[in-house]
């Protein structure tokens, strides 16, 4: 079995999402200017600067954390999914142990709320689902694992089966 594997999903960023940006460097310029009308002529037009202001960098700073592209990386004992977003930052959504996995197989239904999603879109084919333990609750996570992946969390959930069982042995 292979010690470590990585894999990269590129994802797509929509035009909504590249719009976010161009909105919000307008209203932190906009904002700017009512940052001059209460220097030179009411003062309460500092009220207007902050608010615009604030929803500007907001704007902006949705842009920034949308995800970029999802990395999968898989040890004998973990999956983890790691989230880097459009400035580059990369940050980890789940770190799971295959002992904790209850089900892995290609998706079939809808995404959830409460579905970690890790890939381009959960409805496109060739999404799985890896149904683990968490708090004594099941969860699910979605993503979208190359041929080799597949076959190496298969392996790895198929071990963990043999070792529960350890007295039962094949005729």
Partial sequence: ???????????????????????GIFLVLFAMGFLM??????????????????????????YNITAREYIYEFSPKRLTVAKKDLVGRTRRMISLLFEDVKSFSIMDGLSDEGDIAACNATHDSGVYELIYLCDNKSQR???????????????????KAEDSHPNITEE
Avoid at 38 to 58: E, N, S
């Fill in 1 to 23: 079995m292979t010690e470590q594997y990585s894999q990269t999903v590129e994802i797509t960023v929509s035009s909504k999402t590249k719009a976010k940006q161009w909105i």
């Fill in 37 to 62: 009308l209460t220097i030179f002529y009411k003062w309460y037009f500092v009220f207007a600067f902050i608010v615009i202001f604030i929803i500007g960098v907001l704007y902006i700073h949705f």
């Fill in 141 to 159: 996570l979605l993503f979208a694992p190359d041929t080799y992946m597949i076959a190496l969390i298969n392996e790895a959930i198929g071990k």
